[in-house]
């Protein structure tokens, strides 16, 4: 039972274009959404996270946009650069039993070229 | 060091011998959370600590997988009898506290290779 689920197994996007990875999820009882970056050999490494309570959450060129009533969200990069090249986890948290338990998407690989 | 440390970062073991996974959270975060991530999937939750007590074991694949936490820092997975199934990426997390809006911080992992 995929309580979060990343659709697209990876995304190619040219230098300096919007890169957009989506999420969907099943529990409306999530209350906390985040994206976590990770390059191969290392963990992931926290991105950008956004509360139930709100629709978007920006940081620089990282926008997390949500969507309650589709249960969906979608992190927006732009412009992109080859550096952004890594697979990006979508999470979801309540607290579940009173602890902060993570349910992760299987991931989108993105790669960003010339 | 001020990221979460994990070791050893890759360990091969022959089937039906017993590993230990090690994990140093981030100094002064008192949840601490195991996770373990397969090839091509995402990051199945194995464990949470909250201080030195683990509420919530569930995630545990069977009896043959066990944690400890000590002095609200250090912990350990071990993993006894190893099997095939058990090859993956064994990752550790921590946070400042156990609420959904505090960011949990991974080391590199732990990638285990059984024959």
């Known amino acids: 039972d995929q309580q979060v689920k990343q659709n697209s197994p990876s995304l190619s996007v040219q230098e300096g274009r919007i890169s957009i990875l989506n999420c969907d999820y099943t529990n409306s009882m999530f209350d906390y959404f985040l994206w976590y970056k990770k390059y191969p050999a290392e963990g992931p490494t926290f991105l950008i996270s956004i509360s139930s309570i709100k629709d978007k959450n920006e940081d620089g060129r990282f926008t997390v946009f949500l969507n309650k009533s589709a249960k969906h969200l979608s992190l927006h990069i732009v412009p992109s650069q080859p550096g952004d090249s890594a697979v990006y986890f979508c999470a979801a948290s309540g607290l579940t039993g009173g602890y902060n338990k993570l349910i992760f998407g299987a991931g989108t690989r993105l790669a960003v070229h010339p | ?115």
Do not use: M
């Open chain 2, 1 to 115: 060091g001020a990221g979460v440390s994990q070791s050893p970062s890759n360990k091969v073991t022959e089937k039906g011998k017993d590993v230990e996974l090690r994990c140093d959270p981030i100094s002064g975060h008192t949840a601490l959370y195991w996770y373990r991530q397969r090839l091509g999937q995402g990051l199945e939750f194995l464990i949470y600590f909250q201080g030195n007590s683990a509420p919530d074991k569930s995630g545990l694949p069977s009896d043959r997988f066990s944690a400890e936490r000590t002095g609200e820092s250090v912990s350990t997975l071990t993993i006894q009898r190893t099997q095939q199934e058990d090859s993956a990426v064994y990752l550790c997390a921590s946070s400042l506290s156990r609420g959904s809006n505090q960011p949990q911080h991974f080391g590199d992992g732990t990638r285990l290779s059984i024959l």
